[in-house]
């Protein structure tokens, strides 16, 4: 899969994204991650991208044309087809797992970050197609909701992780939290692992994983236990917990 993020900051979102896992899966070619400086773009000698808005108000807006041109140049270069571009900002929808798996799909991703005020609506309306935000607080810029887009993405790509199951298996598949999880010593400053764990008993320790995966959604996300397939059994054992 192929990331093109246009930005300002092309440094701090390389920077970011070089390291662990996603720089892994990038030089061993399951992914690139190319950043797009918008102020190579930019048409005066001054290279500036920013002007003041129309009708006042505060601070400065991106100009179109660089962040256009930008764009074209990845258009161009790619796949000389319209691409799915994705502006981060507070005013998309929100981010979620299923965006992500979604998304996983695209052969060519381009991120779209924005800076100042925004960026002038006309170029949005020219090549937006997707509007995504992170959560309900506000950056001061797109590339850190970027960052976190590619992160959760990548990790979907087939290869990416070294088990490819556990993609599968974790929080928010099925709309359930993950279970607690336990590794040496057995015990730690008084504290034992889960008899379960270390008794082999597999089928058992299934149903305890399951079981404490119900409790945890119950306790800590009560809202997505509302959308999860749970059995008759699972249900009343939800009730009585
Ligand atoms: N830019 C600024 N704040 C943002 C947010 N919460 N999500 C996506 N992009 C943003």
Known sequence: MNFHILTLFPEMVMNGLNTSIIGRAVSRDLLSIDAVNIRDYAFNKHQSVDDYPYGGGAGMLMQAEPVYLAYKAVEEKVAKR??????LSPQGDTFTQKMAEEMAQEKELVLLCGHYEGIDERVLEEIVTDYVSIGDYVLTGGELPAMVMVDTISRLVPGVLHNDVSAEFESFQDNLLEYPQYSRPEEW?????PEVLLSGHHAKIEKWRREQSILRTKERRPDLLEKCELTEEEREFTQKA
Do not use: A, I, N, W
Request: proline share 0%; no cysteine.
């Open 189 to 193: 400053r008084g504290k034992k692992v």
């Open 82 to 87: 319209k691409l799915r571009v994705v502006y």
